[in-house]
């Protein structure tokens, strides 16, 4: 399977939001606003929300991306280690589930190991971390749809 790369992602998540708005421009009355609303929150050439996954891709370009399936909406990073705490790692996978925005449609899931002895050993995941990733997305997806109505 031929995987795009990280970059040519990134930038097909930019410049499809930017062109969304585009496909409702024409309408006559008030229904526009309304028809650019459904034109941004479904037309995707993707196969999920065009918000969620560039929110997502923002979120987590911190960490190595693993896996990327813009139409399945799956993102798997790598290992990340923070340099401030170098004996702890973490794993995120997004999944995406809905070509609408709602809360409903996100999902973080986590896997973190320590580092005991030169040994990567399996430890818990705080529910507050995955909420959280979820909750920043979320918020940076709403505002990237506010932007695209608004401009």
Known sequence: MIRPSRTALMVAAIA?????????????????????????????????????????????????????????????????????VPTERIKVTVSILDQDLRADALRVAALREVNRGGQWISAPVQAATTQKLEDIILTKARDLRRASIAG
């Open 16 to 84: 499809l939001p930017l062109t969304l708005p585009l496909a409702a421009c024409g309408g006559r009355g008030g229904n526009a606003v309304a028809k650019a609303d459904l034109a941004a929150s479904k037309v995707t050439t993707i196969g999920v929300n065009a918000y969620l996954w560039r929110a997502s891709l923002d979120t987590l370009s911190f960490m190595p991306l693993l896996q990327t399936d813009s139409n399945g909406g799956v993102i798997v990073t790598d290992w990340y280690v923070n340099p401030q």
